[in-house]
């Protein structure tokens, strides 16, 4: 951030009073510009012992395969988010079981969460950011082909609770590089 | 937003090419700037039988009381700002004991997320945005004086669920005004 988006005047990087980091502030204005994490909200839409897959269609990890997940909007929930998401990249509709994983990614300010959710009907398309999109079997996941670690890490502990019966709610962190 | 942040130039609201909804765009350098729903971390900070609340020294809701919790910073995770605000309101280290509630105030474009956590050695203070802080019994809890339904709603279900003896993990929307 250069320059305000209140004014159009530029803006200096310091610690306003009454604070402890350093924000985007106008010197013309003084508006304090606060940076925060985004949320990406996405599912695991599951049809009968499958999961599906989109293969993206878009940077970053252009051909990995992932879960459908992407950017919380203004004014949604984040279960509303996890369902048009999985809409747009795979044009499918679910019922959300329950929250899953919240991991957070705190080198690139960003927490991702995901839902189990139920393919109503089994059916499933492919949506504009995605190459195409599959049902997997846990002995047919992509594990060296996933795009990025949170995906993995969710369907890990996914595929692992399962077969012990029963899901829980998992907090977790990834530390290193998310590519 | 009326000025590009990147440029200073002019902004204009309009839905971008392969997009479905408006964004504000810069008229110079085509710079999309996105908007998103920002998460509010904090705690049930549980000491014996009591949970700590601080009543507000700040707006909105000045002198209503809270659980300590405030915006998430990047570079954080979840449990870390979590664990800062509990810090910085109430003055007061904490376990984390797990996740508890996500609270979607999608009318406000928020995501408030609380932990269960147990206040290290029972100590606390009263950090510079709060008037006062004190443990209370589920008796005793100030219901008609809190500052927002989303601590309501939290408190609610904690004490409903301890009296269970089984805490699981609550996402829900609020979809009243928030105040």
Chains 1, 2 share one sequence.
């Not at 957070?104 to 393919?119: C, G, L, W, Y």
Request: hydrophobic content about 40%.
């Amino acid at each position: 951030m250069k320059f305000c988006s209140a004014c159009g005047a530029q803006t200096e990087y310091r610690i306003p009073e009454d604070d402890n980091r350093p924000r985007h502030i106008c010197t013309q204005c003084n508006t304090i510009h606060y940076q925060n994490p985004n949320i990406v909200a996405g599912t695991i839409p599951v049809h009968e012992d499958k999961v599906l897959l989109c293969r993206r269609a878009i940077e970053p990890r252009h051909g990995y395969w992932t879960l459908p997940a992407g950017f919380m909007e203004n004014q949604e929930t984040t279960t509303e988010a996890a369902m048009r998401e999985t809409w747009e990249e795979a044009e499918a509709r679910v019922n959300i079981d329950g929250l899953y994983a919240v991991l957070n990614v705190p080198q690139i300010d960003q927490v991702h969460m995901f839902f189990r959710a139920t393919i109503i009907d089994g059916m499933f398309g492919v949506g504009v950011e995605s190459l195409e999109t599959r049902l997997f079997s846990e002995q047919e996941i992509p594990w060296s082909e996933l795009a990025f670690p949170t995906i993995k890490k969710t369907l890990q502990l996914f595929f692992e609770e399962r077969r012990l019966g029963a899901f829980s709610v998992h907090v977790m962190d990834i530390v290193r590089s998310p590519r």
